[in-house]
């Protein structure tokens, strides 16, 4: 039974690699991306205009929270299962009108706060940028639900294909906005509202939702069940959403808009290049959790989590010793050298970001038991924390407060996270993993900081030190048997496999 359970783990994993080798492409551009857009904005941006445009996009991050999550992760959770009963048109029909009865009320809503509250009391170029986001957002909305059908549908590809298409397609047409038809900021969010309605188009015939969507098949039983699901786990969005986001008001008002440029900066790198790695890993793996936790219930599911888990920390330990130790050369290579100041926030919001990637393994066994109101209330609690410490800190320390305030509530929610989530699903840390991989960190660490010290060559530091360090870094894991030989070879196969097609 045993060696059955372990065989079944070894599949589900080599599945999870070759499902994220999938998912690279689609994460690897618009991450390239992002972080180029870093520096081409900082660069046509003043510090003023950046904090504006942060602003704004915190907004959408606030509406997509309230029009997009509750259906997004109610897909995730049950399509496959309507899929297998072949009821798909039920499923759909009911997940259309959900979506646009949700995407068109938070759009008014959103738009009724802004004229008769914000209008008055925020720089007109503001309420012009918050207007646009909200016309944006609905179709940003029907595009991020109905494009999770494909991922959990366990069909990769076509989800990567038409992610790729959306992540890329927007910062790329807003810059093309902005340096050949004068655009400033607004043409960022123009580039919102186009290409998800393009895709919106492409992506309602490749579902053939024309066929599928019937009122008569809208079943109210099915959209209470995404709502009973979904909305609580809207709510820990929202949560995220105060954790992540929410500080740039806050800056926004104790201080300025230029420290909201700076802080965005700081915080956008950190964020980006670590969810990154962590994203390509879970785009592939939490489909993979459900169906096994479907078939094999919670045991095996446990040893799979913990499993990943391992994975997590080789992808993104490093990743964090780099931003924590050299913060400044990273802010250099990514952004223009006025927003160097907000280097002091990398390292805050870095060990914040790789703590919330770690609690998304923590917290699947609430996830799979459908236990969303206490996720959600978890989340609320780590997101007030971080508005209590921002209200204290942000005073007195500007935009620094602010990163310690997130990287301590990242902190509360993962340690209350592991107590509660023990009766239903226990994490079980691969507590060798841990140990391994902070000993292979600390050795990189104080490489990387000495030759740091020795080369102040940014471009140097970053493409050949850095490089050498992960070396370093692996070379150290196999020397502790951490990373055994066979995992090598395997991995060896699996990556030469996938090459040949």
């Not at 991995?491 to 040949?500: C, D, N």
């Amino acid at each position: 039974m045993l060696n059955t359970t372990q065989s079944n783990i070894t599949n589900q994993l080599k599945r999870t690699a070759r499902d994220s080798l999938i998912y690279l492409p689609a994460k690897v551009a618009p991450a390239i991306i992002g972080i180029l857009l870093i520096r081409v904005l900082t660069s046509l941006f003043t510090k003023e205009e950046y904090g504006y445009y942060q602003i704004a996009l915190s907004t959408f991050g606030l509406i997509r929270v309230a029009g997009v999550i509750w259906l997004s992760t109610s897909v995730t959770r049950f399509y496959l299962h309507f899929k297998n009963q072949n009821q798909e048109r039920q499923f759909f029909s009911t997940l259309f009108v959900s979506a646009l009865a949700g995407a068109l009320l938070v759009a008014i809503l959103s738009f009724l706060i802004n004229f008769f509250i914000f209008k008055s009391r925020i720089e007109p170029i503001l309420f012009s940028l918050v207007n646009l986001v909200i016309a944006a957002s609905v179709f940003n909305a029907f595009f991020e639900i109905f494009i999770v059908v494909f991922r959990a549908g366990l069909e990769a590809r076509k989800y990567s294909t038409f992610w790729l298409l959306f992540t890329a397609g927007k910062p790329l047409l807003g810059v093309g906005l902005i340096l050949f038809f004068g655009y400033r900021v607004s043409g960022i969010f123009w580039a919102f509202l186009i290409v998800p309605l393009l895709l919106d188009i492409i992506t309602f015939i490749r579902l053939d939702l024309i066929h599928l969507v019937r009122p008569s098949a809208v079943s109210v039983p099915l959209f209470k069940q995404f709502a009973k699901f979904g909305i609580p786990i809207s709510f820990s969005f929202f949560s995220f959403w105060l954790l992540s986001l929410s500080d740039r008001y806050l800056i926004e008002i104790y201080r300025n808009t230029a420290e909201v440029g700076l802080y965005s900066v700081g915080y956008t790198i950190s964020e980006k290049t670590l969810n990154f790695a962590y994203m390509v890993l879970m785009l592939a793996a939490y489909p993979i959790i459900v169906e096994n936790w479907e078939n094999h219930g919670n045991e095996q599911t446990q040893a799979l989590i913990t499993e990943l888990t391992r994975y997590f920390m080789f992808l993104c330990m490093p990743i964090l010793v780099v931003l924590v130790v050299i913060p400044e050369q990273i802010l250099l290579l990514f952004s223009d050298k006025k927003f160097i100041e907000g280097a002091g926030v990398l390292p805050f919001i870095a060990i914040g970001v790789f703590i919330s990637g770690l609690t998304q393994y923590v917290i699947k066994g609430w996830e799979l038991h459908q236990k969303s109101v206490k996720i959600a209330t978890l989340a609320l609690t780590a997101g007030l924390t971080d508005i209590l410490l921002n209200l204290i800190l942000i005073p007195r320390f500007g935009f620094i407060g602010a990163g310690i305030s997130a990287c301590c509530a990242y902190s509360v929610y993962f340690l209350a996270t592991v107590f509660f989530v023990r009766k239903e699903m226990a994490w079980h840390p691969p507590y060798r993993a841990i140990a391994t991989n902070l000993a292979a960190a600390i050795v990189f660490g104080l490489f990387l900081s000495g030759m740091a010290i020795v080369v102040q060559n940014v471009l140097i530091t970053a493409f050949m030190i850095v490089p050498f360090g992960v070396i370093l870094y692996f070379l150290i894991l196999i020397l502790l048997k951490e990373i055994t030989r066979d995992e090598i070879r395997k991995g060896w196969r699996l990556m030469t496999g996938l090459l040949k097609g």
